[in-house]
């Protein structure tokens, strides 16, 4: 259903805006599973890091919003 993915796809927006934010998915997707207790922090290898502390508020913010778990 066309309709149901444009839904789902438009309430991840934020999530979409967060990726934009930090250059990409891949700080934000690591913090993600640091915050939820998947990854140990850090989990990323240098040069490489994960959001900093607004960065994290931000991202802890939307995940609860969005109720991912």
């Known amino acids: 259903?066309?309709?149901e993915a444009l839904?789902?796809?438009e309430s991840l927006n934020p999530l979409w805006a967060l990726f934009s934010q930090h250059g990409g998915s891949l700080?934000?997707?690591a913090t993600a599973a640091e915050l939820?207790?998947?990854a140990t922090?850090?989990?990323?290898?240098l040069p490489?890091?994960?959001?900093e502390r607004e960065g994290r508020q931000a991202?802890?913010?939307q995940l609860d919003e969005l109720q991912l778990t």
Do not use: D
């Open 41 to 45: 922090s850090p989990c990323l290898p």
């Open 59 to 61: 991202l802890a913010k």
């Open 36 to 38: 939820k207790g998947l």
């Open 27 to 29: 700080r934000v997707v």
């Open 7 to 9: 839904r789902l796809s």
């Open 1 to 3: 259903n066309t309709q």
């Open 48 to 51: 490489l890091k994960g959001l």
